[in-house]
């Protein structure tokens, strides 16, 4: 059994910084992509950033560029979101997920992608 369990949310005032943090189990093959959604109240989930296997290519949402930053450690089969200047708007719930197999990406900001989900943690940033 494949589980994604994300950690690291919180309220924090605009301007903060947290960290997030997706570690996974049940899924011995690091060669796949993994990514950041998130979804805020009454709004679709969207794709936040993404990154390939080995964590040398990433993508990012417009409205986060320059202020998130993925990583991945699949040495400790854990994938992190550096989230920094945080908005109001950032406030969603935010999931991990993992593409589950090799197969060519074409969009690595889609949900459909990607087959194994986390059940996702709250960030909430105040004004």
């Known amino acids: 059994q494949v589980l994604l369990v994300e950690s690291g949310g919180g309220s924090v005032q605009a301007g903060g910084s947290l960290r997030l943090s997706c570690t996974t189990s049940?899924?011995?093959?690091?060669?796949?992509?993994m990514a950041w959604f998130r979804q805020a109240p009454g709004k679709e989930r969207e794709g936040v950033a993404a990154?390939?296997?080995?964590?040398?290519?990433?993508v990012y949402a417009d409205s986060v560029k320059g202020r998130f930053t993925i990583s991945r450690d699949n040495a400790k089969n854990t994938m992190y979101l550096e989230m920094n200047n945080l908005k109001p708007v950032d406030t969603a719930i935010y999931y991990c997920?993992?593409?589950?197999?090799?197969?060519?990406?074409?969009?690595?900001?889609?949900?459909?992608?990607?087959?194994?989900w986390g059940q996702g943690t709250q960030v909430t940033v105040s004004s």
């Open positions: 997920a993992i593409k589950g197999d090799r197969s060519l990406v074409y969009d690595a900001l889609k949900q459909s992608e990607y087959r194994y």
């Open positions: 990154t390939n296997a080995r964590g040398s290519w990433t």
């Open positions: 049940g899924y011995t093959d690091s060669i796949t992509y």
